[in-house]
């Protein structure tokens, strides 16, 4: 009956897992304005050259910095805990276990990227970034990340969470970051939007706008932008999230679990925790892998294959992935997190190769499973992980139907202390579900008709 498998530092993974090494089908190349594929000198006004040689690595291991471990090691190796109370009122026969990245100082999995780049950043010289953020956690995570190195940290908050969420600008403001509201005034992208929309709820692809704006557009030449998502090298940081998992199943003799399970909404702290076990179901294991996704921004479950920019302004290139278009801005739900129009590259191309089954789960049902977590387990969820857990208690049911006693293991992505609001509402009755409707999708998709087309590649063995 053992609840917490913990690991020692000793134990910590020191080497990334890369899974561009693995995929049975390659990612095709981001392009350009032009339609040919970048090269990795036109992304150098952009991110310092030792995150971009990440970026386009095909390394299967890529060894963890000492000074980046020893940061990390201040909350890490996080623990992965049975959900023995969860599982009673269940009534499962499945054995369920979740990682627990909300022990972090910033309260999600985010610092396991924003340590790195805020490090590798500082190598290369830079004095300054600037990045944007939904709910907070990310710009919180490398509010945090620049503080512990001395840098200087910028953040460009989308404006629901902004208004919804102010602990989280407080947060930043004492790790000694500036924060603003997305759109904002202070850039030539901001205030385009504003002048069109002047009540925008504002959407990650905005903000992303923004901050890259602000970072080549300093004279000085000191700042870079950092993403907190949906790029190679923030899947490749986070898998210590799945490397620290699979030897903590080890520990209580579980060679492999049967599913695993992450809400997405960039797609980084599922890759982080699935990329590990999707390489052995590369290799011959059979175990469904899940990412969860809201219906209100069902980027994986409706969105085409397609090349599209990652932000508004299309100032990034061209990213091979499924994407809702990158006009499209997300209804104002909760999960701030999960409002982003496209899906990781790594991740979009699993799912092409039929390696992942993705699930999109309604508002209210990932608030209900959240509050039922918290009333037996006892960690208030953020309400993006609410969509795993959701997904988890699916797989226990369903497990409990068939009389099997299945292994889950899902991410618990982040704490939701910064995030009561959300939950008052939704005890106040005031949330509803939203599915987007069908005319809602077709706009911003269709924008994507003029823009080059990614192949579909698939090796059919999934
Ligand atoms: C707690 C939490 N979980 C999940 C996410 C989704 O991001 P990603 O898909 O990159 O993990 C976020 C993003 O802000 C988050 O704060």
Not at 149 to 171: A, N, W, Y
Not at 447 to 455: G, M, N
Request: overall charge negative; charged content about 20%; hydrophobic content about 40%.
């Amino acid at each position: 009956m053992q609840t917490k498998i913990v690991l020692t530092e000793d134990e910590m993974p020191r080497q990334w897992y890369n899974i561009a090494a693995d995929l049975p089908s390659p990612l095709q190349p981001p392009l350009g304005p032009d339609g040919n594929p970048i090269t990795p000198e036109m992304l150098a006004p952009v991110f310092p050259m030792n995150i971009i040689e990440q970026e386009v690595s095909t390394e299967r291991w890529i060894d963890i910095p000492e000074e980046v471990l020893a940061i990390l090691s201040k909350w890490r190796p996080s623990p992965l805990h049975r959900a023995h109370a969860l599982e009673k009122a269940l009534g499962t026969p499945a054995k369920i276990f979740y990682k627990n990245e909300s022990v972090s100082p910033a309260g999600s999995h985010k610092p396991n990227t924003a340590v790195p780049q805020a490090w590798y950043n500082k190598q290369f010289g830079i004095k300054r970034i600037t990045t944007e953020t939904g709910a907070g956690q990310w710009g919180s995570a490398l509010a945090f990340a620049c503080a512990l190195l001395g840098l200087e940290c910028k953040v460009f908050m989308v404006r629901i969470s902004f208004d919804q969420k102010p602990f989280r600008k407080l947060m930043m403001a004492t790790w000694g970051a500036t924060c603003v509201a997305s759109p904002s005034s202070e850039t030539n992208a901001g205030r385009q939007i504003l002048a069109q929309h002047p009540d925008t709820p504002g959407s990650l692809g905005i903000a992303i706008s923004e901050a890259i704006e602000a970072a080549v557009t300093d004279p000085t030449g000191s700042t870079r932008y950092s993403l907190g998502s949906v790029l190679n090298h923030v899947m490749l940081h986070q898998t210590i999230i799945g490397l620290e998992a699979k030897k903590q199943l080890a520990k209580v003799g579980i060679k492999q679990p049967d599913v695993v399970i992450g809400c997405a909404g960039g797609g980084s702290n599922f890759a982080g925790l699935a990329f590990p076990f999707v390489n052995d179901k590369i290799h011959g294991a059979e175990i469904e892998v899940i990412p969860v996704e809201p219906t209100s921004c069902p980027t994986m479950t409706r969105g085409p294959f397609v090349y599209d920019h990652g932000d508004t302004a299309k100032m990034t290139p061209l990213l091979p992935m499924h994407s809702l278009g990158h006009d499209f801005i997300p209804p104002p739900i909760h999960a701030g997190g999960l409002r982003y129009h496209g899906m990781a590259p790594l991740v979009s191309q699993a799912i092409i190769e039929g390696l992942l089954t993705p699930r999109a789960i309604d508002q209210l049902e990932c608030y209900e499973s959240g509050a039922l977590f918290a009333r037996t387990e006892g960690i208030i969820p953020a309400p993006e992980t609410n969509h795993a857990i959701a997904a988890a208690i699916q797989e226990a049911k369903k497990a409990k139907e068939e009389g099997k006693e299945k292994v889950i293991l899902f991410n618990f992505s982040g704490h939701g202390l910064m995030d009561l609001v959300g939950y008052d509402n939704y005890f106040q009755g005031k949330l509803t579900n939203y599915a987007l409707p069908e005319s809602e999708m077709g706009n911003a998709i269709r924008e994507l008709d003029a823009l080059p087309k990614p192949k579909v590649v698939r090796t059919g063995k999934w």
